[in-house]
């Protein structure tokens, strides 16, 4: 069966710090899809960032960056220079096949001014 | 982003009543979803729909009933609402033939079953 895991529960920083949001995953499917989303105070789920499997390249999008490396299934999550925005849940996914995702259990990030 | 609606937003009903959740969706995608979430657990699948009149089971199903008469609409129905439906209830879609297979989420809808 698919898992994805988030073992970081919450995470507080203070801004300007840089953090980063582990997501370690399971699947025995060589095609799949990995994802971020994130969860602000206001409840909605915003599309971060999608990977599939035969692109290991590193990706980043601003403050944001992403670290895959299928040697390790894990697929983490680096904010630089945090800023109290980014305070949210994020959750990393995992397509399986082509009808659900998998989510972990989200990592709740706290940036402090 | 596909244009996404939920509706109710919020409800509060009690234990043995009948509940219907509506997803509405303007980009015509194919796919749509219902999730649940709740503290610990993350979103779990609840049913999900491939095409008008077709769905399937989720991981959490037990309790819930589906239907798609219309691309646009996918309703969860929570035939006797108990305790432990109480949940923050998303709607999702996917565009066929998205290879990247983005889901795309709705605002959510806050159930409170007492």
């Known amino acids: 069966a698919q898992k994805v895991t988030q073992a970081q529960t919450e995470i507080s920083v203070v801004e300007k710090e840089d953090v980063t949001l582990d997501c370690v995953y399971e699947?025995?499917?060589?095609?799949?899809?990995l994802f971020w989303y994130k969860q602000p105070p206001s409840g909605e789920l915003v599309f971060l960032i999608r990977?599939?499997?035969?692109?290991?390249q590193n990706e980043i999008s601003g403050r944001y960056s992403w670290n895959f490396q299928k040697s390790t299934s894990s697929f983490n999550f680096t904010i630089t220079a945090s800023q109290v925005v980014d305070s949210a849940v994020y959750f990393c996914?995992?397509?399986?096949?082509?009808?659900?995702?998998?989510f972990g259990q989200g990592t709740r990030l706290t940036i402090n001014p | 982003d596909a244009g996404i609606t939920q509706s109710p937003r919020h409800k509060v009903t009690e234990t043995g009543t009948p509940v219907t959740l509506r997803c509405h969706q303007t980009?015509?995608?194919?796919?749509m979803y219902w999730y649940r979430q709740d503290p610990g657990h993350g979103l779990r699948l609840i049913h999900y729909?491939?095409?008008?009149?077709?769905?399937d089971k989720g991981e959490v199903s037990d309790g819930y009933s589906v239907s798609r008469s219309k691309t646009e609409d996918f309703l969860l129905t929570l035939e006797s609402a108990t305790s432990s439906q109480t949940s923050v209830y998303f709607c999702?879609?996917?565009?066929?033939?998205?290879?990247?297979?983005?889901?795309?989420f709705g605002p959510g809808t806050r159930l409170l079953v007492l």
């Open positions: 996914a995992l397509s399986e096949g082509a009808q659900k995702l998998v």
């Open positions: 999702a879609t996917r565009l066929a033939g998205d290879t990247q297979e983005t889901q795309y």
């Open positions: 699947t025995r499917d060589t095609t799949y899809y």
């Open positions: 729909s491939y095409g008008v009149k077709d769905t």
């Open positions: 980009e015509n995608h194919r796919y």
């Open positions: 990977r599939n499997s035969f692109d290991e």
